[in-house]
């Protein structure tokens, strides 16, 4: 189940869901909670770990998080998927 | 079909390699301005967009290299990956398996001559995304060239990209051009040439890191108020149009003008196709007199004709509207602001252009759903495309509410218009809550999609798309009209053997089609539909849009598609022997119910056997929405009877 809407991130820096990020937050990616073909392919789309990406908005109703990536690429990322991808703040993990 | 869309097609059934003797493939990401560079190299057909996934099919052209070669141009459709896994019949996988060929190829003729080269677009301002790719295309060793588009926008935004140095650090020719630009075209194609002349190419570098690359060759040279307002227009129109609030009341305003523009403008465009059309029917009395051979081309071929050309109009101008809001990357917003809702009946906002496109016209759109990765996903938006209200229900809709409906106010039948259309929403939306939890049930990929940055949509464009949108609608919709017409007119004027009329009554009366029409009534008659109503009905099994002629032609009403108000006097005032009306206002509500749901569309049906491979699906479709379509007629004609409807 998504998680509280609109809570802010974590910023002791412990890993947590970025379905859970507010918008404004700034965050590496650290994993990928996805089977293998999943992940391959949205590394190749430019989520990937390591990357770094800016929560724009969130979408009303649980809607989808409008993110852009450190690439430049921006996306909409279904919250149900954001569950699976794992952030920190990323001056804690280094940019 | 074009040999690389044959190619497409032999690669998803295992088939041979490319045929071609040179061959231009363009590979990209999804909005990478990959269909814009094919649309000048070949002044071709072949569609923009700023709409993850627009080149639905494999496109190709022409076009003569400096060197006085022919070479073939293939648009795949976007990919991002050449390594992870896909599902072969979208689009991702459609392009996946053409490059597959060519690098199967490679591997045959080892030392031989490229043939072929692949020519990567990337968008710079996104440079680093694009790469990714390219290591993978240079992975996979193919002859590659990078063709990096939006030089404009990249300068309107003060940045600039070193072309030699990027080249330098991937190992591949690099191309920096517009495509608006009447230079892009020598540039390119020399580019190619020379690729195609190097016998013995470096191989290209697939070892980089390609956010590294992007941040050493791409430089900003101007900070001036208008780079920073160009670099914050996306930012600042999505402040407003993906607002949690404003946003989705500004998206149901945008989709209400659209459909308004697109009747207001249809109307007379359609009005003049009538007058052409009863122009030629003038002609063909004068030639042929009123034989047996005048009627068949009057009432069966031509009777076909018109009915294509009076919805045609609605169809382009959508087709239009569309394009118009995808190039501009509208629709990727639409996306983003509908997902939850879509997600609510298990399918997500990318399934929302194919949705969309179903009330122009649900052939297309069909097509359209290779765009959605998910399999399942895929195949639940085929299955309930159907339901849409598309363009071809409008006739009947409008006659039935003419006919049952106008003695209540203008306001009234506008409601009830309204209701229709929405109802047909409502029930593709329900059929899909319900088939993901049945016949296509599973997990599927939740949506992530790519936001394009704003852009302005080419005219040349969207002309060209408007054509190809009427060609393709002549071809695949058109001809299926017409062939069930001129089946239809048999049907009707041929008398069943053994059948015998009463003397005086219409000659129809004793035909093949009322006869079955009579036979089939016990079935129908719990929802008020007498033989008349079935003729009707078999006449609109193959195109809905016959169901205003067949009536015409059942009441003896001529020209009935183009001016429908006598038929609905005459269907006002039909009665039964004992003197009571013989339809009433429910007899118009169960028709309505049932054009809503059935599948009265062959052509439809085609186009599900076609993108799904196999027989199953479209008999399904057949079966639920016919079932569907009877129940529903049932019960309103039930309950209406219940309730002292008329």
């Known amino acids: 189940m998504v998680a509280e809407a609109e809570s802010p991130i974590d910023t002791s820096g412990a890993p947590s869901s970025l379905a859970t990020a507010a918008a404004g937050s700034r965050l590496r990616i650290v994993a990928v909670r996805l089977e293998a073909g999943a992940t391959d392919w949205l590394a190749a789309v430019g989520l990937h770990e390591g990357e770094e990406v800016v929560v724009l908005r969130r979408a009303a109703l649980g809607g989808p998080l409008h993110v852009r990536t450190s690439s430049g690429g921006e996306f909409a990322v279904a919250r149900e998927l954001a569950e699976h991808l794992e952030v920190a703040p990323a001056s804690e993990t280094g940019s | 079909m074009s040999d690389a869309a044959e190619t497409a097609r032999s690669t998803r059934e295992g088939g041979g390699a490319p045929t071609a003797e040179c061959t231009i493939v363009l590979v990209g990401r999804p909005n990478s301005g990959k269909s814009s560079i094919y649309n000048r190299l070949t002044g071709g057909n072949a569609r923009v967009g700023n709409y993850p996934g627009i080149t639905v099919d494999v496109l190709e052209g022409e076009v ?108 591949v020719p690099v191309v920096l051009v517009c495509a608006r630009d009447d230079d892009a075209k020598p ?66 305003g945008i989709m209400a003008l659209v459909f308004a523009a697109v009747f207001l403008v249809a109307d007379p465009v359609s009005g003049a196709f009538d007058t052409l059309l009863g122009l030629a029917r003038g002609g063909l009395d004068r030639l042929l007199g009123k034989g047996l051979v005048a009627s068949f081309l009057a009432d069966g071929v031509l009777a076909g004709a018109g009915t294509v050309l009076a919805f045609m109009p609605q169809i382009v101008i959508l087709t239009i509207a569309l394009e118009l809001l995808e190039a501009s990357g509208y629709l990727a917003r639409g996306a983003f602001l509908v997902d939850r809702l879509l997600r609510l009946l298990g399918l997500s906002g990318r399934s929302f252009l194919p949705l969309l496109m179903g009330h122009a016209c649900a052939i297309p759109a069909i097509s359209a759903t290779r765009v959605v990765r998910d399999p399942r996903e895929r195949l639940t938006a085929i299955l309930v495309l159907p339901l849409m209200t598309c363009a071809a229900r409008l006739p009947t809709y409008a006659l039935v509410l003419a006919a049952f409906f106008s003695g209540r106010s203008a306001l009234f039948r506008a409601c009830l218009f309204v209701g229709l259309y929405f109802s047909g929403i409502f029930a593709a939306l329900v059929a899909s809550f319900v ?106 099994f193959g195109a809905r849009e016959l169901m205003v002629a067949t009536m015409g032609v059942v009441y003896g009403v001529e020209d009935a598609e183009d001016e429908p108000a006598p038929l609905a006097e005459k269907l006002r005032e039909a009665k039964r022997p004992d003197g009571t009306p013989l339809y009433g206002a429910r007899t118009g509500l169960a028709l309505l119910a049932f054009f809503v749901l059935a599948c009265q569309c062959m052509s439809t049906v085609a186009a599900i056997r076609r993108e799904t491979s196999s027989w199953r699906w479209p008999a399904f479709v057949l079966a639920y929405t016919y079932a569907l379509g009877y129940a529903a007629a049932v019960a309103v004609y039930q309950i209406g009877g219940l309730l002292g409807v008329g």
């Open chain 2, 187 to 252: 540039a390119l194609l020399a580019a190619v040439d020379d690729r195609l002349r190097d016998l013995d190419p470096p191989p290209p570098h697939a070892g980089f890191d390609p956010a590294a690359v992007a941040r050493h060759v791409v430089h900003d040279v101007s900070t001036s108020d208008a780079t920073k307002r160009s670099r914050l227009f996306t930012e600042r129109l999505d402040a407003v149009l993906l607002h949690p609030v404003i946003g989705p009341f500004l998206f149901v």
């Open chain 2, 64 to 171: 003569t290299l400096p060197s006085g070669a022919r070479a073939k141009i293939a648009d795949l459709p976007g990919l991002y990956s050449v390594e992870a896994a896909v599902a072969d019949d979208t689009d991702e996988g459609v392009a996946r398996g053409f490059l597959e060929r060519l690098r199967e190829r490679t591997k045959d003729e080892a030392g031989a001559p490229a043939r072929f080269v692949v020519v990567q677009v990337i968008d710079p301002t996104r440079l680093a995304l694009g790469l990714r790719l390219t290591r993978e295309l240079a992975r996979a060793k193919l002859p590659l060239i990078v063709a990096l588009t939006h030089k404009d926008i990249l300068a309107s935004e003060g940045r600039a990209v070193d072309v030699t140095r990027l080249g330098d650090e991937i190992g």
């Open chain 2, 435 to 540: 088939l993901r939890r049945t016949a296509t049930r599973g997990k599927s990929l939740p949506l992530v999609l790519e936001m394009p940055s704003y852009r302005l949509p080419q005219p040349s464009v969207v002309v060209r798309t408007a054509l190809g949108a009427a060609r393709r609608f002549l071809r695949d919709v058109g001809t299926t009209i017409v062939i069930a017409s001129a089946v239809l007119w048999t049907l009707l004027t041929i008398p069943m053997p053994g059948v015998d009329r009463d003397p005086g009554a219409p000659e129809i009366e004793s035909s093949v089609a009322a006869t079955v029409g009579r036979a089939i009534e016990p079935v129908t008659r719990p929802a008020g539909f007498d033989w008349r109503i079935n003729v009707g009905l078999f006449g609109s």
